[in-house]
């Protein structure tokens, strides 16, 4: 992959996140706060936890820290998979955002 590709969809990736986010907020009465910042994206939750998106440019991924842990994706042509458990990446920003908002929530691809 190039730098542009990856950047082409590092950056669906982030507007999907915070596309979520405003979805979420409509639909549901999460108090859920996204803020961005260049390649970083800062999910913050009423009780103040955070979810952390970032690029890495340098190195093709996106990594991903929240409460369970520091995860690192790779886009393998279709999704972005986690370089360890091969977790898909909106499958485990749902897992954790739900358990840090305390109530179910879905994140999904463009």
Do not use: K
């Not at 009465?29 to 994206?41: A, I, T, Y």
């Not at 790779?74 to 908002?101: C, K, N, P, Y």
Request: net charge negative.
């Amino acid at each position: 992959m190039t730098d542009l590709e990856f950047m082409d969809r590092a950056e669906a990736l982030l507007r999907a996140v915070e596309g979520g986010c405003d979805r979420i907020n409509d639909e549901t009465d999460c108090d859920l706060d996204s803020q961005r910042s260049g390649g970083m994206v800062t999910l913050t939750f009423a009780d103040r936890s955070q979810i952390i998106i970032n690029l890495q440019r340098p190195l093709h991924e996106v990594w991903m820290a929240a409460r369970s842990g520091g995860y690192h994706y790779r886009f393998d042509g279709g999704r972005w998979l986690d370089t360890r458990s091969g977790e898909e990446f909106f499958a485990a920003l749902s897992r954790d955002a739900s358990v840090q908002a305390g109530q179910p929530l879905v994140f999904a691809g463009a």
